[in-house]
Nanobody
Framework: VQLVESGGGLVQPGGSLRLSCAASGFTYSRYCMGWFRQAPGKEREGVAAIGSGGSTRYADSVKGRFTISRDNAKNTLYLQMNSLKPEDTAMYYC???????????????WGQGTQVTVSS
């Protein structure tokens, strides 16, 4: 199993980024997928999750600003992040599991992460 995140970077407050997570080594369409983030000195927190059928969950802190989506033909997970705030600064990870943990950090497979920094 391999999960490879990309799309992170430095962005000004109010800006946008789209993260991608390329998945391989498992039947992607059947798995629940999630995005998590971890800032220095803080616990890893669930940001957004999407089930195999397309149902979604979001952390209250990102509702209305972030959108999770999946392309089963490309085995790729996305996180569109708009109206970014400095408090969104963190390492962002994608995660996969056959069981749907939604925003709980109990997924079996994890990527290496991509850094998002929101600063002027």
């Amino acid at each position: 199993v391999q999960l490879v995140e990309s799309g992170g970077g430095l962005v000004q407050p109010g800006g946008s980024l789209r993260l991608s997570c390329a998945a391989s080594g498992f039947t992607y369409s059947r798995y629940c997928m999630g995005w998590f983030r971890q800032a220095p000195g803080k616990e890893r927190e669930g940001v957004a999750a999407i089930g195999s059928g397309g149902s979604t969950r979001y952390a209250d802190s990102v509702k209305g600003r972030f959108t999770i989506s999946r392309d089963n033909a490309k085995n790729t997970l996305y996180l569109q992040m708009n109206s970014l705030k400095p408090e969104d600064t963190a390492m962002y990870y994608c995660a996969a599991d056959a069981m749907c943990w939604w925003l709980l950090p109990k997924y079996k497979y994890w990527g290496q992460g991509t850094q998002v920094t929101v600063s002027s």
